[in-house]
């Protein structure tokens, strides 16, 4: 059974930093890409950011771009979202989603094209 599993969403406040990670089990890691998302009262699910299974390349949404790392350590078969100089408008529910690297990269930032998804974090930034 497939699982990932988020953690280290809480209340921040704005300009603040928070390192979010999701631990998988029941796959092979390193056969999957990972990604981020995030999803806003009201609004879809959104991308964020990912990261190749071999972590050897890694994309951002523009809106977190320099703000925000991706990475990810496949002996601990565990992905890792950086978010720094948070902002109100990063509130959200942020969810973590595996891609079979077969898929190829192209990709990336469709929420429909991921095979497995988290149960998501709450991250609240305060003004």
């Known amino acids: 059974q497939v699982q990932l599993v988020e953690s280290g969403g809480r209340v921040v406040q704005a300009g603040g930093s928070l390192r979010l990670s999701c631990a998988a089990s029941g796959l092979p890691f390193t056969n999957y890409h990972m990604g981020w998302f995030r999803q806003a009262p009201g609004k879809e699910r959104a991308f964020v950011a990912a990261?190749?299974?071999?972590?050897?390349?890694?994309y951002y949404a523009d809106s977190v771009k320099g703000r925000f790392i991706i990475s990810r350590d496949n002996a601990k078969n565990t992905v890792y979202l950086q978010m720094n100089t948070l902002k109100p408008e990063d509130t959200a529910v942020y969810y973590c989603?595996?891609?079979?690297?077969?898929?190829?990269?192209?990709?990336?930032?469709?929420?429909?094209?991921?095979?497995?998804w988290g149960q998501g974090t709450q991250v609240t930034v305060s003004s």
């Open positions: 990261i190749l299974w071999s972590g050897s390349l890694t």
């Open positions: 989603a595996a891609m079979l690297s077969l898929r190829g990269s192209s990709r990336l930032r469709v929420v429909a094209d991921y095979d497995f």
